[in-house]
């Protein structure tokens, strides 16, 4: 009974692996040409030149193909720089929006002696109220 829980999966295992393999291996077609091969990838249609040196195959773009290849290489850099640039740009008028409206340290310093003064003042009233209301007991906070 164990025999059949290991050969079952392996044996499946193996389908998998050659139904791959077969697909890889019919994945580029190769056509004998005057000066050697045509190897022409059939998912993405790319062709290739390819000549025998060596007992190796060797092969090389189609001239039309490295041009296109070439173009698309040639736009993505010109559209990197673009972006560089951009961001530079827009990093630096940030930095320099953000420096503009921060405010001074006299604008600070002002700004807080007016909160000091306003504190100071709610807080006099605070205990003045608390002297009115007669022994300095508070009233029960508590809700029922």
């Known amino acids: ?52 040196r060596s007992g190796q195959l060797v092969c090389k773009m189609a001239a039309d193909e490295r041009a296109a290849y070439q173009d698309e290489v040639d736009r993505l850099q010109a559209s990197m720089k673009a972006m560089d640039e951009r961001v530079t740009k827009l990093e630096n008028s940030l930095s320099a929006r953000l420096e503009s409206k921060l405010p001074s340290e006299e604008d600070f310093n002002t700004t807080m002696s007016y909160m000091e003064r306003f504190l100071k003042s709610f807080m006099a009233i605070v205990k003045d109220m608390d002297k009115d209301s007669g022994d300095g007991a508070r009233p029960n906070s508590q809700k029922t």
């Open 1 to 52: 009974m164990r025999l059949q829980h290991i050969l079952i999966p392996a044996a499946l295992v193996s389908l998998v692996a050659a139904s791959a393999y077969s697909e890889e291996t019919d994945r580029y077609r190769l056509e004998k040409s005057a000066t050697g091969y045509i190897r022409m990838d059939t998912q993405t249609g790319a062709m290739s030149i390819c000549e025998e």
